[in-house]
């Protein structure tokens, strides 16, 4: 069976699809979230990086920019950031996260095109 992962995830504005993720440690979090906020956020993350998505709790992952950051919480310290998101977020735990979960900011910028070709069509003749 592989280990469960749990990630907080925080929606600033409902009416919009923009969501930010922290990936944590379950226990160590549902203890901080009951009130013992003296364990140090070290413990209670997996790492200071949040992730985004522009479909809601759902959608490819990706590193949050600072201009993200910025725009959400007015400010793109990551200890921050990570604070408010554990404080108003809501916690989700997923058996695992599938590659396919990880977006590519490149994806739709000639990345992933296929430009062997076998030439025709290229010299206008």
């Not at 929606?11 to 969501?19: G, H, I, K, L, M």
């Not at 944590?24 to 364990?39: D, F, L, M, P």
């Not at 310290?77 to 604070?83: E, H, N």
């Not at 062997?116 to 003749?125: A, E, N, P």
């Amino acid at each position: 069976m592989a280990p469960t992962l749990t990630k907080v995830v925080y929606q600033p504005d409902s009416r919009e699809s923009t969501a930010f993720h922290v990936i944590v440690n379950s226990a160590e979090y549902a203890r901080w979230k009951g009130g013992e906020t003296s364990i140090p956020l070290v413990e209670v993350v997996d790492s200071f990086q949040v992730f985004s998505t522009q479909q809601g709790a759902q959608g490819l992952l990706g590193k949050a920019s600072k201009q993200e950051l910025e725009n959400a919480f007015g400010t793109s310290r990551d200890d921050d950031v990570v604070k408010i998101i554990l404080e108003k977020g809501k916690s989700e735990t997923t058996d695992a996260i599938r590659s396919s979960d990880w977006g590519t900011k490149n994806a739709g910028k000639g990345s992933f095109i296929d430009n062997r070709g076998t030439g025709r069509g290229t010299t206008g003749v």
